[in-house]
C-alpha cells in the first residue's frame, strides 16, 4: 500500500513538471514609434497700450491771452479747420482796425498827390515852352522843376507807407486769425488742456489723433526685438474683454531705452474695430515656423533625477535597452531631439510602461500626431 501512495505521488509531481514545462509566457505588446520630421510654429505674446499714430499738438503762439471759450471736449472728433477755442482778440481787432482806417487815409493822400503831379507836370511842361522863348524867369522855371521832383518823391513815399500798412493788415488779421484755434487735421480729441478763463501759455491746449487711428504700442525685450520683423502678423487682445483684432507690425523703434532694455513695436490695426485710447492689450504674433529634424512624443522621454534625459530602444531581437538622449524645444506634446536618436531607432512610445531594461516585447508600431 506505502508502494502505491508513493508511486502515485511521485507520477503527479512529473505531471505537473510537464505542464509548467509546457506553458509559455507571452510578451508584452508595447506601442513603439520612430521619431520623425516635424515643424515646430512659435508665437511671442506682447503687452502694451493703445496709442495716436501721429499725435499733433495743438498750441497757440499768443502767449499771454486769455482763453474766452472751449469748443470741444476730449473724446470728440473733429474736421480739419473746425474751431476748438476762441482766445481774446480785442487788441488784435482794434489793431486790424486801425491799420484798414491807415490805409484808407494813405490811399486818400496818394490820390491827392498824384492829383498834384498831374497838374505840376502840366505846369511844367508849359514853364518849358515859356523858357526857350525868354518869357519866364529862371527862377520860376526852376521852383515849378523841384515841385514835381517834390510830388514825386512824396507819391513814392505814399505807395511805401501804402505797402507797409498793407503788410499790417495781413499780420493783423493773421493775429486775429489765430485768436480762433483751429484744428490743423481731422482726427480724435485725445487730450483737452485748455480751460476757459485761462491764459495761454506754451504747452499744448489739445492732442488730436490724426484721422482717429490708433496703434498698440507695445515692449519687447532683445532676443525678442530679433525674431521681429514689419509686416508680421497679429492677433491683438484687450485685457480683461474677449475682443479680439487683427493687426502687423507697422514699426520696430531702433533702439532700446537704456534704462529697461525693452523696446518699443507698433502694431497697427488692420481690421476695422473701436479701440479705446490708454487701453491694455496684448498682441500674439506668429513667427516663422522652424524646421526639426527629429521629434519625439514628449511622453517617451523618461526625465531622470540627475537632469539625464533617456528613451527605451528596442534592438534587433526587440529587447529593451536605454538611450541617453539631448532635447530642444517643446511644443504640442512634442519634443525635439538634438542628439542621441537615429531615424531607424523604435522607441517606446510611453518610458512610465511597466517595462525594464532587458525585457524583450511585442512592438505595435504606430504614429504620433505632429
Known amino acids: 500500500m506505502r508502494n502505491l501512495i508513493t508511486f502515485l ?25 520612430k521619431a520623425k520630421s516635424v515643424e515646430f510654429t512659435k508665437s511671442l505674446r506682447l503687452y502694451g497700450t493703445f496709442k495716436a499714430r501721429d499725435d499733433v499738438a495743438v498750441a497757440s503762439s499768443l502767449q499771454g491771452m486769455q482763453i474766452l471759450s472751449v469748443e470741444v471736449e476730449a473724446g470728440e472728433n473733429v474736421k480739419v479747420g473746425q474751431i476748438l477755442a476762441y482766445l481774446e482778440n480785442v487788441g488784435a481787432r482794434s489793431e486790424l482796425e486801425q491799420n484798414k482806417a491807415n490805409l ?62 498793407k503788410a499790417a493788415i495781413e499780420n493783423s488779421a493773421h493775429q486775429l486769425n489765430k485768436t480762433e484755434l483751429k484744428a490743423p487735421v481731422s482726427g480724435l480729441i485725445t487730450k483737452k488742456s485748455a480751460v476757459a478763463g485761462a491764459l495761454v501759455n506754451s504747452d499744448a491746449l489739445f492732442n488730436i489723433a490724426k484721422d482717429s487711428i490708433l496703434e498698440l504700442e507695445v515692449e519687447a525685450d532683445t532676443n525678442e526685438i530679433t525674431l521681429l520683423k514689419p509686416n508680421q502678423k497679429a492677433l491683438i487682445n484687450l485685457t480683461n474683454s474677449q475682443l479680439t483684432f487683427d493687426g502687423k507690425i507697422r514699426l520696430i523703434y531702433p533702439e532700446l531705452d537704456p534704462a529697461t532694455r525693452l523696446g518699443k513695436v507698433r502694431v497697427k490695426l488692420t481690421s476695422k474695430q473701436n479701440a479705446t ?23 517617451a522621454v523618461s526625465f ?67
Open 277 to 299: 485710447l490708454g487701453s491694455y492689450a496684448s498682441a500674439v504674433i506668429n513667427l516663422p515656423a522652424r524646421a526639426l529634424k527629429f521629434a519625439l512624443p514628449l511622453s
Open 9 to 33: 505521488t511521485l507520477f503527479l509531481a512529473g505531471c505537473s513538471i510537464d505542464k509548467a514545462e509546457n506553458t509559455e509566457q507571452p510578451l508584452a505588446k508595447i506601442n513603439v514609434v
Open 304 to 370: 531622470e533625477t540627475n537632469g539625464t534625459k533617456r528613451v527605451s530602444v528596442l534592438d534587433e531581437n526587440n529587447k529593451v535597452y536605454k538611450k541617453e538622449i539631448k532635447t530642444g524645444e517643446e511644443q504640442r506634446g512634442l519634443v525635439e531631439i538634438t542628439n542621441g536618436i537615429n531615424a531607424d531607432d523604435v522607441v517606446v512610445f510611453r518610458a512610465s510602461a511597466f517595462i525594464d531594461e532587458g525585457d524583450t516585447v511585442e512592438p505595435n508600431l504606430i504614429e504620433f500626431k505632429e
Open 104 to 165: 484808407k487815409r494813405l490811399e486818400a493822400e496818394l490820390t491827392a498827390q498824384e492829383a498834384t503831379l498831374k497838374e505840376a507836370l502840366s505846369t511844367f511842361e508849359r514853364y518849358k515852352i515859356l523858357q526857350k522863348n525868354s518869357a519866364l524867369s529862371k527862377q520860376d522855371y526852376e521852383a515849378q522843376e523841384a515841385k514835381v521832383a517834390t510830388t514825386r518823391a512824396n507819391i513814392k513815399s505814399a505807395k511805401a507807407q501804402i505797402d507797409q500798412t
